[in-house]
T-cell receptor, first 113, second 115 residues
Framework: AQTVTQSQPEMSVQEAETVTLSCTYDTSESDYYLFWYKQPPSRQMILVIRQEAYKQQNATENRFSVNFQKAAKSFSLKISDSQLGDAAMYFCAHNTGGFKTIFGAGTRLFVKA | ETGVTQSPTHLIKTRGQQVTLRCSSQSGHNTVSWYQQALGQGPQFIFQYYREEENGRGNFPPRFSGLQFPNYSSELNVNALELDDSALYLC??????????????FGEGSRLTVL
């Protein structure tokens, strides 16, 4: 069965500093997608970054980057130069190309001014 | 480009009642998925609709049902409401059911409280 585990219920970072959110997953598939979604308070969930499993190169989107370790089934998110607007719930998610995207329990990120 | 819209945004029901939640998909998207997000938890997959047919279902009882219309909008119906059904219900649209980017585009959700 597919599972996604986020072991950090909460994280805190100082503005302009770097923070890493952890995620592990389990799947028997060899090809799949991994995602990080951001859910700000009372606002829509939006995609932050996406990684295709067949690509060895780690995805990067501006201040957001991932460390994808396929053998270890690990997919962490690094946020550089943290901003107050980065404060939100972050969900790691996994999809094998089918109808179901599996989400982790989330990590709440606090950004201190 | 019109994003995903959901209605109502908030509603309160009592146990045993029935509720209908509505979702308009993002323009150009033909697939709608519904998720239940309990407080402090991640979204749980309920089901997905593609071309007006249920395409897949999560671990939810039959009292959770849905529809998709020719314009790709969708409804989620929940019968015989229970206290544990209190949650944020998220609608997400996407283009196609497999392949592609797999990215989901979410609405703001409908917050259901069952008393």
């Amino acid at each position: 069965a597919q599972t996604v585990t986020q072991s950090q219920p909460e994280m805190s970072v100082q503005e302009a500093e770097t923070v890493t959110l952890s995620c592990t997953y389990d799947t028997s598939e060899s090809d799949y997608y991994l995602f990080w979604y951001k859910q700000p308070p009372s606002r829509q969930m939006i995609l932050v970054i996406r990684q295709e499993a067949y690509k060895q190169q780690n995805a990067t989107e501006n201040r957001f980057s991932v460390n994808f370790q396929k053998a270890a089934k690990s997919f962490s998110l690094k946020i550089s130069d943290s901003q107050l607007g980065d404060a939100a719930m972050y969900f790691c998610a996994h999809n094998t190309g089918g109808f179901k995207t599996i989400f982790g329990a989330g990590t709440r990120l606090f950004v201190k001014a | 480009e019109t994003g995903v819209t959901q209605s109502p945004t908030h509603l309160i029901k009592t146990r045993g009642q029935q509720v209908t939640l509505r979702c308009s998909s993002q323009s150009g998207h033909n697939t709608v998925s519904w998720y239940q997000q309990a407080l402090g938890q991640g979204p749980q997959f309920i089901f997905q609709y593609y071309r007006e047919e249920e395409n897949g279902r999560g671990n939810f009882p039959p009292r959770f049902s849905g529809l998709q219309f020719p314009n790709y909008s969708s409804e989620l119906n929940v019968n015989a409401l229970e206290l544990d059904d209190s949650a944020l219900y998220l609608c997400a649209s996407s283009l196609g059911v497999t392949g592609g980017s797999g990215e989901l585009f979410f609405g703001e959700g409908s917050r259901l409280t069952v008393l």
